[in-house]
């Protein structure tokens, strides 16, 4: 079973930037499929990024331009790296996890852009 804990969430203006954590409770190099979803109120859970195990990277079309994934495998910790932000990518931000065809979540983080 693996743990997901996400951090760094928070109340940032238009423009700005800010990074969110995803940290495993077990050895990121060992999970096949580790990437970011976000969900508006009201809206459906969507892809933000994903990765798999050779460091593919897909991002989701409205962020591609904006977003970016990094990994520390040292602290078993997944970063988004938000630049840009706009009111729109207001969400709570999940993180998922598959490992031998199995998923599991994060409690997710709540990023709210508001000027």
């Known amino acids: 079973q693996v743990q997901l804990v996400e951090s760094g969430g928070g109340l940032v203006q238009p423009g700005d930037s800010l990074r969110i954590s995803c940290t495993a409770s077990?050895?990121?190099?060992?999970?096949?499929?580790l990437g970011w979803y976000r969900q508006a109120p009201g809206t459906q859970r969507d892809l933000v990024a994903d990765?798999?195990?050779?460091?593919?990277?897909t991002y989701g079309n409205s962020v591609r331009d904006r977003f970016r994934v990094s990994k520390d495998d040292a602290q078993n910790t997944m970063y988004l790296h938000m630049n840009s932000v706009q009111p729109e990518d207001t969400a709570i931000y999940y993180c998922?996890?598959?490992?031998?065809?199995?998923?599991?979540w994060g409690r997710g983080t709540q990023v709210t852009v508001s000027s």
């Open positions: 998922k996890a598959i490992v031998s065809g199995q998923t599991y």
């Open positions: 077990a050895s990121i190099r060992s999970i096949d499929r």
């Open positions: 990765t798999d195990k050779i460091g593919f990277i």
